[in-house]
């Protein structure tokens, strides 16, 4: 193995926004070299839930991923799956200042990952601590971006990844969300972020 740094891009789809009340419903997992661009190994798992959590469920949220008890039930429970999720990054050597995790929401993602995997073994593995979020990758470029034309940082800007895979012509996420693709579409939008891939950028 190399000394390439890696990145594990990470989606995360949800049955809310909290999670001291809401549970997994799917995940994926994508190991990237970040000197190459090689894709190294992905991870993907739907999460069975039971009666309980589905009580507890946003609609809002299922909206958005298309979730359903039926779907749910197709998949691993989270005990199987995080025994899975530590197989997987054990079996690459994932670990603190050699990789990292990057999401579209940190806050949101590392929360429910959480969930599977306990932060105190994840410290007992050495897995990357820091996450890096896209949303904070694209305000330091557009704070950039105006700084070199003399300008403050911008008073109102969208952080959403559609949005900002819209500034650098990339199609938005496909609906109903799926982790997979969520992983897929955060890839794209982190290297047109970095590449500085902006169309018709002399007049942006």
Known sequence: MDNSMRAIFVDIETTGLSPYKHRLLELALKIVDLTTGEEIATYEAIVQQPTAVWKNSDPVS?????????????????????SEVEAFLESHVIRRGEAIFIAQNSSFDRAFFAQLIDPCHQEQLQWPYHWLDLASMYWCVRSTEQSHQ??????????????????YGIPPEATPHLAINGV???????NAVLAGQIPGSEEA
């Open 62 to 82: 299922l909206k958005i991923n298309g979730f359903s008890p039926q779907k749910s039930a197709q998949g691993r429970t989270e005990s199987v799956i995080s």
């Open 150 to 167: 003399g300008l403050p940082p911008p008073d109102r800007l969208s952080l959403s990844k559609d949005e900002i895979a819209d500034r």
């Open 184 to 190: 897929n579409h955060l890839i794209t939008c982190y």
